[in-house]
């Protein structure tokens, strides 16, 4: 079966402090990987994805197959990152977007 | 970059009634479209995968006559929630990827219409 796992339900640390929120997927196949992200009040944003392999805001992901990870990660968090993210599977290109669970990360000043 | 628009943004009615919420594509065609909902503190759930001019495909679990999906032009989906009651009450969120551009586009969201029930 798909699933899309994110054991973290708050995550919060200081401004500055090393960022790392989790995912772990099980798909038949090759799945896409997206991060997608929520700010307050705002809609639903595509942070980055795995084919991309590039930086956004600082953060960057690696697929790792052979652990079905795809954890997000930030050397140096600050406060503009306090917000809602979402891990999101693809099956393949033209099916539809799971989503795991989210993290809520909260960057203490 | 490409835009969804979701309308109305807030709905509020009586138990009994049909609310239609619609979907559009400003700036790119979709001929699939997907519909989240979202409980408070939960993630989103997906409901359907609308296609234009063929019929939904719902996921397990969800009533095709509760909730009617038409896609009958390129850059507009509608979701109506029929006889709605306060269990509905919810967060609708649809989606759309820009097929224009291949089919290794990711997903752009609109804003949401926020239902509740009286």
């Known amino acids: 079966a798909q699933r899309v796992t994110q054991p973290e339900k708050l995550l919060s640390v200081f401004k500055g402090a090393p960022v790392e929120l989790k995912c772990n997927y099980s798909?038949?196949?090759?799945?896409?990987l997206f991060w997608y992200v929520q700010y307050s009040r705002q809609r639903l944003q595509l942070l980055l994805r795995?084919?991309s392999r590039e930086s956004i805001k600082g953060f960057t992901a690696d697929l790792n197959k052979g652990e079905t990870s795809f954890h997000l990660k930030k050397p140096f968090a600050q406060e503009e990152d306090s917000a809602m993210y979402y891990c999101?599977?693809?099956?393949?290109?033209?099916?539809?977007?799971?989503f795991g669970s989210g993290t809520r990360l909260s960057i203490r000043p | 970059g490409a835009v969804v628009s979701q309308h109305p943004s807030r709905v509020i009615c009586k138990s009994g009634t049909s609310v239609k919420i619609e979907c559009r594509s400003l700036?790119?065609?979709?001929?699939?479209m997907f519909w989240y909902r979202q409980f408070p503190k939960q993630s989103l759930m997906l409901m359907a995968t609308?296609?234009?001019?063929?019929?939904?495909?719902?996921e397990q679990g969800v009533e095709k006559d509760k909730f009617l999906i038409n896609h009958a032009s390129l850059t507009l989906s509608t979701l109506t929630v029929t006889s709605a009651h306060p269990e509905d009450s919810s967060f609708y969120i649809c989606?759309?990827?820009?097929?224009?551009?291949?089919?290794?586009?990711?997903?752009?969201f609109g804003d949401g219409t926020r239902l509740s029930i009286l």
């Open positions: 989606s759309a990827r820009d097929q224009g551009q291949g089919h290794n586009q990711p997903q752009h």
């Open positions: 798909y038949s196949g090759s799945p896409e």
């Open positions: 795995h084919i």
């Open positions: 999101a599977p693809r099956g393949s290109s033209a099916s539809k977007i799971i």
């Open positions: 700036d790119f065609q979709a001929t699939t």
């Open positions: 609308s296609n234009e001019g063929s019929k939904a495909t719902y």
